[in-house]
């Protein structure tokens, strides 16, 4: 059974930076794409970051390309999300979503697994 646990998550102030980590277990973590997600109080699911199996390919949302970095290490079954100037907005539920496709270089809703959240705060 595949499980997936995030951590990291905070209260920081606006303009700072913060980094999630997510460890993924029960499969061969280095052939599957992996993402994160947040999820808002009273909004929908929402995609973040996702990078493919290898590393070579990332996808950013709109509202966190430029300040949000999304890697993983395969050696340690780790996935990370480092967050750079964070504003209001980006409080949120964090999701870790490892995908259930051999060999992707993406994630796609829901053939995968979640974790089970980490609160990410951001303070004015």
């Known amino acids: 059974q595949v499980q997936v646990v995030e951590s990291g998550g905070g209260l920081v102030q606006a303009g700072e930076s913060l980094r999630l980590s997510c460890e993924v277990s029960?499969?061969?973590?280095?052939?599957?794409?992996m993402g994160w997600f947040r999820q808002a109080p009273g909004k929908e699911r929402e995609f973040v970051a996702s990078?493919?199996?290898?590393?070579?390919?990332?996808r950013y949302a709109d509202p966190v390309r430029g300040r949000f970095t999304i890697s993983r290490d395969n050696a340690k079954n780790m996935v990370y999300l480092q967050m750079s100037s964070l504003n209001l907005e980006d409080t949120a539920v964090y999701y870790c979503?490892?995908?259930?496709?051999?060999?992707?270089?993406?994630?796609?809703?829901?053939?995968?697994?979640w974790g089970q959240g980490t609160q990410v705060t951001v303070s004015s």
């Open positions: 029960g499969r061969t973590f280095s052939r599957y794409a």
């Open positions: 990078v493919a199996w290898n590393g070579r390919r990332a």
């Open positions: 979503y490892a995908d259930g496709q051999l060999w992707g270089i993406d994630v796609s809703v829901p053939r995968g697994d």
